[in-house]
């Protein structure tokens, strides 16, 4: 079944303590982006990748990484996680721009 | 900076009528423009897409428009049904050769009454 999956799905953590969020996905599609959602904000993309090895930052980059070293393997890391970045997070993937965006589950993380 | 405005927060509207949503942005006009619907809890989930330079889509009961003069994109769901119900997202794809910038609205929550 073609898919997007995330993990975890759901996870608490304190100030500072690193945490990565996986996401990967079976449809060999190029692209990938990770996206946050808050109430009353929608959702911004965080990060996106084109291609293996290449990244760019989207609307609300700060105090996250990504990586694409495979194809299939988008990880989300957040080096020193701060209370404002409690967030519902989605990645999602398609075969290039202006295609049809596959989403995850979603991640809900919260940061004490 | 480009901004994206879904006009309702909220819509709600007797089963069997057409439920309209709006989608406008500012500045520049997007290379596609998508719709999703979204459940609460989970990923929204791709309905249709648009190019800048296709006036109309259709799929079975759903109707988008663009129109670049006016910066507005209309989804229509006709012989609207309960389970229509859920927050609609309207999004600007910016996407060209050297990016891929993604742009959503905040949604619309639809509520389809029976």
């Known amino acids: 079944e073609a898919q997007v999956t995330q993990n975890p799905r759901y996870l608490i953590t304190v100030t500072g303590k690193k945490l990565t969020v996986t996401c990967s996905q079976n449809?060999?599609?190029?692209?990938m982006s990770w996206y946050r959602q808050d109430p009353g904000l929608g959702l911004r993309q965080i990060y996106y990748s084109m291609n293996v090895e290449v990244t760019d930052k989207g609307d609300v980059p700060e105090g996250y990484k990504v990586s694409r070293k495979e194809k299939r393997n988008f990880p989300l890391i957040l080096e020193s996680p701060s209370p404002n970045q409690t967030s519902l997070y989605f990645c999602?993937?398609?075969?290039?721009?202006?295609?049809?965006?596959?989403f995850g589950p979603g991640t809900r993380l919260l940061v004490l | 900076s480009q901004k994206i405005e879904q006009n309702s927060e909220a819509l709600n509207i007797q089963e069997g009528k057409t439920a309209t949503l709006t989608c406008n942005y500012t500045?520049?006009?997007?290379?596609?423009l998508q719709w999703y619907r979204q459940d609460p809890g989970r990923g929204p989930v791709f309905l249709l897409l648009i190019r800048e330079n296709e006036k109309e889509k259709r799929k079975e009961r759903l109707k988008v428009t663009f129109d670049t003069t006016l910066k507005q994109s209309l989804f229509h769901i006709t012989a609207s049904q309960p389970a229509d119900s859920a927050t609609y997202l309207c999004?600007?794809?910016?996407?060209?050769?050297?990016?891929?910038?993604?742009?959503f609205g905040s949604g619309t929550r639809l509520s389809i009454r029976p």
């Open positions: 500045n520049y006009s997007p290379a596609y």
């Open positions: 999004a600007l794809d910016m996407s060209y050769s050297s990016a891929s910038k993604i742009i």
């Open positions: 999602a993937s398609s075969l290039s721009g202006g295609e049809t965006q596959y």
């Open positions: 449809m060999n599609h190029e692209y």
